[in-house]
């Protein structure tokens, strides 16, 4: 069996393909998606998780509905990058996948302690709300996991602020608990996922697979391009593939270790991952920080995942 992993998102044009290397890589057993607020509202993420598995023939695995606020904030999403669907440029189908009837935090807790202790990692590439949940329901979570792998933050700049990366500023007492927590923590943050930017290169590869669920990414992409185009990037950051990307090879990223906290009260600051390489702080290491990316093989990954979900299932008989 692969790599377990339980998927927490906000889709998201880079969560959909994030979705789709989890439910299409070999390597992975995808055991659960859940969904959090994020880059729009939980009504429309959680449509748009369903609609992504419908396109792609993911089934079997179960999809619950998550936190539709943060912890104790406001909520914020980001239609300028992701539109008002959330999933913007491709014909979105009407789910035929069910939603599972338990909460988010309900369903990661009941995954992880099914399984082996050492075995699920989470994958969270939204605001951590769920997570912060899914560990104040049951404290045993940390021991339990084999570790979280999320899309978040940053050790130089953020990009909702300038200190801020989004999905930490949108409930950051939510990731403060999860940095904080007694588990192995890998962050990969803004300065590895701008290394993943969807380039032309990678968008031809996935066009000639020449199949519908190919024509659905590259209209995803279509639009992510010009959302990242108004910005100044010349491709779009597919920022959430890299965390799943980070559990199913080892290789595909280095890492430097390092003591990460987030600043929950400062003026100008609220929302940065403070990253201590140096020990200046005094206290010990807690996280895994992503620092580095092989574009290449992350994108062999990927086209891969996309040809394997998108072949016809072979005939009965």
């Not at 803004?190 to 031809?204: C, I, K, N, P, S």
């Not at 280095?254 to 929950?264: G, I, M, P, Q």
Request: with cysteine.
């Amino acid at each position: 069996m692969g790599e377990k992993i339980l998927l927490d998102c906000d889709p998201g044009h880079d969560d959909a393909l994030a979705i789709l290397l989890a439910a299409g890589d070999p390597r992975s057993e995808l055991l659960a998606i859940t969904t959090v607020a994020g880059n729009q509202t939980i009504d429309k993420v959680t449509h748009n998780a369903r609609a992504v598995c419908t396109v792609a023939g993911v089934s079997g695995v179960p999809i619950a509905r998550g936190a539709a606020a943060p912890l104790v904030r406001e909520a914020i999403i980001a239609p300028d990058y992701h539109g008002e669907s959330g999933l913007d440029g491709p014909a979105l189908p009407e789910p035929t996948v069910p939603l599972d009837p338990r909460a988010a935090a309900e369903l990661i807790v009941e995954t992880v302690l099914a399984h082996e202790p050492g075995t699920v990692t989470l994958v969270p590439t939204g605001p951590l709300t769920n997570i912060a949940l899914a560990l104040a329901l049951e404290p045993r979570l940390a021991e339990r996991v084999k570790g979280v792998s999320l899309m978040g933050g940053s050790y130089t700049r953020g990009n909702r602020t300038p200190a801020a990366e989004f999905n930490i500023l949108a409930d950051p007492e939510a990731a403060a608990a999860v940095f904080a927590a007694d588990w192995p923590v890998t962050m990969v943050g803004l300065d590895l996922t701008h290394q993943a930017l969807a380039d032309d290169a990678f968008r031809g590869r996935v066009r000639e697979l020449g199949t519908p669920l190919a024509g659905f990414v590259e209209d995803l992409l279509g639009f992510f391009t010009t959302a990242y185009a108004r910005r100044g990037f010349p491709a779009p950051a597919v920022h959430d593939l890299c965390a799943v990307a980070a559990v199913l090879d080892p290789g595909v990223l280095t890492y430097r270790e390092a003591f990460v906290t987030v600043e929950l009260a400062g003026r100008w600051t609220t929302g940065m991952t403070v990253t201590d390489f140096d020990g200046l702080l005094g206290r010990p290491v807690n996280t895994r920080v992503a620092v580095s990316l092989d574009r290449d093989r992350l994108w062999d990954m990927a086209v891969a995942a996309i040809a394997r979900l998108g072949r016809p299932a072979p005939a009965a008989g």
